[in-house]
């Protein structure tokens, strides 16, 4: 639905206010001048400047009478007498179009500028260029310059010159001189598909573009992207008088080859095109179409065009041409008929569709969204279609080679880019179309953008950092923006809503409409909502928009176009550019409005994330004549660019903030205090600085995170001393590095010679350990040889080693316990002393476990040393009894209480279990020996069977073996004494040993090796025979002896 649109911008309102104010970019030049200092700084920033260069000032900022347009104008002017065409605002660069080439792009005007500071040298667009391209270099962000202003006022020209600039400075090698090419290329392409001829712009652009250049982290072009916004398509089939349709049809028809034009059916004469003269002025003598036609076909070789791909593009071409030719007429029964059948035929074979297909598409309209139902068009209806179709053949053929010429600048890498944008200016014609509302819609959303970053954001800036600040009034276009694209109740809301209902869109339902939703609103007007003058402006089916830049009437216009047939086209671009499932799907697509409200609101969000920089074009005069200077116009266009409030805000701020960290990180070289690291407060570290450097308190203010600078001197100041500074800081680092260098050289050597060293005198010793080794190899062998003879030298060693080494292993191997009798066997010449130690060991070891010995163990072996006098070697059964020790008692409680009783005082000192045996039968008969002090009892149960007095014990036998027997000796005749008594029992050894030690009969105790005689009764013996055997036996022998065999455990 696109608007047919009357425009005005006669209205001496001021609703130009505050465009592209100041902005905080990165550049190391924001001005913003007192009054007592302009003087100063305009002689130090013009200093290397010639006579020439400094006609008027080449900052505004330096203007003393900054508030008067007149001098503003007046400066402008003057500069461009002398084809001074460039002209600051602080860092925003203002150029006039001068419709002449003034020999100012070449190559050397190009290395003037590299690398040079912005205000050292005279303003330049390659000044701006060098400066975004340091500035995304060193701070290592995204760069993007914004080019704006009116059609002809030089925006296209000026971001060639940016391409140009940085084409011929990067850094290049084979493949990226390959992707620089490219991206020059582009522009020719895009500017014969994209451009025409206007009445204000022999090469008008009438597209948008962003284009983005990628650069490597060496700074090199990699590549690129090209963002294209809305195409004025109507140009395609309608051109106001004196303006051309797009440069390509001009171009093909001029320079193509006779063969080219003969197979796309063209002859070469663009009168003969009706879509070519609808503005009556086919040919401009500004414009070669036929040398532009060798550019193109270049520039397309460059990028990567196939030959396929080229005639497709010009089947495309041709096919617009032909739709333009064709006409409709009234056949017989009154439907509307082509009557240009030759183009018809021309058409389908461009196109690539069925023919009778194409004449359907181009007659009928299709009902429902699948196309089987179609109704006849009218004769009007159908010139529609066709022209509709046409445009929509062209436009999306642009938007193809976009996508193309994107593709041959891909890359995929990380890289830093530079966006241009190079976007239509505020437009107004007598006849304008739904273009031109795009167009200015585009410009709403950009100033939007431009108050958001710079003027607001700055603003509350100084606010937040509590830097006092004078406010600057300025126009917040957001209720514009509102009014155009608010959810539900904003015009592109209202229009969709229009263009999506079903049934056909009506003008006056759709007026009525937006009457009812934006009746009432400041910048929204219509025939019926004015009053006065306004309603005589605004006809009756136009509403007025009143934007920031003027005030301009819309009327609505519908259009209709069947694309189903080119969906099945043979043409490979048109069948990658229609699809099928447009047509045939029941969805609504989304409108052209919303489509490019959508894109806008894209582009917007990609500016905000890259740090701008602003071009502002200004056309001198609408004539395209060099060195005339229209005031009038100029006037106009310093308003509507917001150049005044723009420099306003310069003057009255700061022209450089930057945070703490980063400007002491950068110049805390330049103050002993900061330098090299600074420990304190940032803000103290900042103070010290400034300090040192000597910035005046005007010159300078501390906000809470940020030090906000006046004027780009001070900067300018700051950052030559830095330039300076830099070889004394090149040398302390490059002296720390070679002092770093040669001590880690020196360590190096110095470790290399210690560890030499000492390698030397580890191997010396071990040589000495190895020779030592050998010579008492040699001296234990020579040693070992002598060792029987008297010492002498020969084996002296080898004798005091033996010595040594017996001593040694005495020492670390003495024995261990008293029984331990082991001992090293001494070599001959220590026979004697080892038999010495060894005694003084033993004693040692003697008194020692002497020392240890217990009352109870001394008691022990004293019965032991008894035991060992009375029976060592003498009884075949005492080995086995010395380990078992001797106890008190053998019976424990077993004692009869009534024997105790009975023997009163005296007490039992030992019990044992015994068998007595009679002295006549050798009835074995079981009995307890109890041993008191002075004598012995056996005891049968409670019963005292014996008292043996030790004064009356003669002595006690017992025989050689182990049999376990004892014969108590009695005398006989002692009435009270029963004669002798025969005992056995297992402890024999510790029962003897007692009673020999209790009774004190040591002496006593016979031990016989056969036989033991015993009397029996007064005069009257019997006899033991004791013998050997398996086991232990007692028997009644022959001749009435008792035969005790005792068994052989331990022959001797
Ligand atoms: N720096 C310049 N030096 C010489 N001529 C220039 C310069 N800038 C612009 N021109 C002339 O002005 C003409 C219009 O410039 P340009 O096409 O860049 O305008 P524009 O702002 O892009 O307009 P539009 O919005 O219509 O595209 C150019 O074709 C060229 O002849
Ligand atoms: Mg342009």
Redo the contacts with the bound molecule.
């Keep these: 639905m696109p608007f047919s649109l009357n425009a005005s911008l006669r209205s001496g309102r001021s609703v130009l206010c505050a465009l592209f104010l100041c902005f905080p970019c990165l550049s190391l030049v924001f001005a913003s001048f007192t009054f007592g200092f302009v003087h100063q700084v305009h002689r130090v920033m013009e200093s290397t400047l010639t006579a020439r260069d400094r006609v008027g000032v080449q900052d505004f900022v330096l203007l003393e009478n900054y508030t008067s347009e007149a001098a503003f104008i007046e400066n402008l002017r003057r500069r461009f007498g002398e084809k001074l065409?460039y002209t600051y605002i602080g860092s925003v660069l203002v150029?006039v179009?001068?419709?002449?080439?003034?020999e100012i792009y070449s190559k050397a005007h190009m290395e003037r500028y590299r690398g040079v500071s912005f205000y050292e040298i005279s303003p330049h667009i390659y000044a701006v260029s060098d400066n975004t391209y340091r500035a995304m270099r060193t701070e290592r962000r995204d760069q993007c310059i914004l080019i704006s202003?009116?059609?002809?006022?030089?925006?296209?020209?000026?971001s060639k010159?940016i391409l140009q600039y940085y084409a011929t400075t990067c850094p290049v090698t084979d493949h990226m001189s390959t992707i620089r090419d490219r991206l020059l290329q582009s522009n020719p392409v895009l500017e014969a598909f994209g451009?025409a001829k206007?009445l204000?712009?022999?090469?008008?652009?009438r597209f948008g573009k962003y284009m983005d250049v990628q650069f490597d982290f060496r700074g090199a072009p990699i590549g690129g992207h090209i963002l294209n916004y809305l195409l004025e398509k109507s140009r395609v089939v309608h051109q106001n008088h004196g303006e051309r349709n797009f440069h390509i049809f001009y171009q093909l028809l001029e320079g193509g080859e006779q063969d080219q034009l003969s197979k796309l059916g063209l002859e070469r004469n663009a009168q003969k095109y009706h879509y070519l003269v609808k503005g009556c002025c086919p040919r401009v003598s500004s414009i070669n179409d036929k040398s532009d036609w060798k550019t193109v076909r270049k520039a397309l070789t460059v990028i990567g065009f196939h030959e396929e791909e080229v005639e497709d593009l010009l089947n495309i071409i041709a096919s617009v041409l032909h739709l333009g030719n064709t006409q409709f007429g009234e056949g017989e029964d009154g439907e509307t008929q082509i009557t240009t059948e030759s183009h018809l035929t021309y058409l389908s074979k461009l196109l690539g569709v069925d023919g009778p297909a194409l004449r359907e598409a181009l007659t009928h309209k299709k009902l429902t969204a699948k196309g089987e139902e179609v109704s006849p068009l009218s004769f009007e209806q159908a010139v529609a279609a066709r022209d509709a179709l046409a445009k929509a053949v062209y436009g999306r053929a642009f938007t193809w080679l976009v996508a193309k010429i994107n593709q041959s600048l891909a890359f995929k890498g990380s890289s830093s880019v530079i966006g241009l944008l190079?976007i239509?200016?505020f437009e107004v014609f007598q006849h304008n179309s739904f273009e031109q509302f795009c167009i200015n819609y585009c410009n709403e959303k950009l100033q939007q953008l431009f108050i958001k970053l710079t003027l607001k954001s700055e603003q509350e800036e100084y606010e937040a950092e509590g830097i006092t600040w004078e406010p600057v009034k300025y126009f917040d276009n957001k209720i514009i923006c509102d009014l155009v694209e608010e959810k539900h109740k904003g015009f592109i809301s209202i229009l969709d809503e229009e263009c999506l209902r079903p049934g056909e869109p009506s003008d006056i339902s759709f007026l009525e409409k937006l009457e009812d939703t934006l009746g009432g609103h400041a910048h929204f007007v219509t025939h019926k909502l004015a009053n006065g003058k306004t309603r005589k402006a605004v006809g009756r089916e136009e509403f007025r928009l009143i934007h920031y830049a003027g005030e301009v009437n819309y009327t609505v216009n519908g259009e209709l176009a069947n694309q189903s047939v080119i969906c099945q086209s043979d043409n490979q671009i048109l069948s990658q550019c229609f699809h099928r499932e447009e047509v045939t799907t029941q969805k609504r697509p989304e409108t052209a409005a919303t489509q490019f409200k959508n894109s806008l609101a894209k582009l917007i969000e990609i500016l905000m994330s890259k740090e701008p920089s602003y071009v502002r074009?200004i056309k001198p005069n609408d004539a395209?004549q060099s060195g005339r200077f229209d005031e009038a116009l100029v006037r106009h266009q310093v308003k509507y660019l917001g150049l005044m409030e723009n420099l306003r805000v310069r003057r009255a701020g700061f022209a450089y903030r930057r945070r703490y960290e980063a400007f002491l990180q950068r110049y805390k070289s330049l103050c002993p205090g900061t330098w090299p690291n600074w420990q304190g407060r940032l803000a103290d570290g900042v103070a010290t600085l400034v300090q040192h450097l000597g910035y005046k308190a005007e010159e300078y203010k501390l906000g809470k995170t940020k030090i906000f600078i006046r004027f780009p001197k001070t900067l300018f100041t700051t950052e030559d001393a830095l330039e300076a500074r830099r070889p004394a800081l090149a040398l302390t680092l490059q002296t720390s590095w070679r002092g770093y260098r040669e001590r880690a050289k020196y360590h190096r050597i110095r470790n290399a010679v210690i560890q030499s060293a000492w390698r030397g005198m580890k191997s010396r010793r071990k040589a000495r350990r190895r020779r030592h080794a050998a010579e008492i190899i040699r001296k234990f062998i020579k040693g070992f040889i002598y060792r029987h003879y008297e010492r002498c030298p020969e084996n002296e060693y080898f004798l005091d080693h033996q010595r040594f080494s017996f001593l040694m292993t005495l020492v670390r191997n003495p024995p261990k316990s008293v029984l331990d009798k082991s001992w090293p066997v001494p070599p001959p010449s220590l026979t004697e002393a080892s038999e010495h130690l060894c005694r003084l060991c033993m004693q040692n070891m003697m008194r020692a476990y002497c020392r240890r010995i217990q009352p109870e163990w001394k008691k022990q072996m004293e019965q032991k040393v008894v035991a060992s006098q009375i029976f060592q070697d003498q009884k075949d059964s005492y080995p086995q009894s010395v380990p078992k020790l001797f106890v008190a008692s053998r019976l424990g409680r077993e004692f009869n209480l009534k024997v105790i009783q009975t023997l009163g005082n005296d007490k039992v000192k030992y019990g044992v279990a015994v068998t007595k045996y009679d002295r006549r039968g050798y009835k074995a008969r079981p009995r307890q020996l109890l041993l008191t002090s002075s004598f012995a009892v056996l005891v049968a149960e409670a019963k005292l069977k014996q008292r043996i007095d030790y004064t009356a014990l003669r002595s006690i036998s017992v025989s050689s073996l182990t049999d376990g027997f004892m014969v108590l000796h009695v005398p006989s005749e002692d009435n009270k004494q029963k004669s002798d008594v025969v005992l056995q029992c297992d402890h024999v050894i510790e029962v003897v040993t007692k009673l020999a030690t209790m009774a004190d009969k040591k002496n006593k105790v016979n031990i016989s090796q056969d036989s033991i005689k015993f009397a029996v009764a007064r005069g009257k013996e019997a006899v033991i025979d004791f013998t050997s055997g398996p086991e232990l036996k007692v028997a009644k022998g022959k001749k009435g002896h008792l035969l005790v065999t005792a068994p052989q455990l331990n022959p001797r």
């Design positions: 065409i150029s179009n001068p419709y002449k080439d003034l202003g009116e059609s002809g006022a030089g925006k296209t020209e000026a010159k451009n206007t204000r712009n022999d090469n008008s652009s190079d239509y200016g074009c395209k």
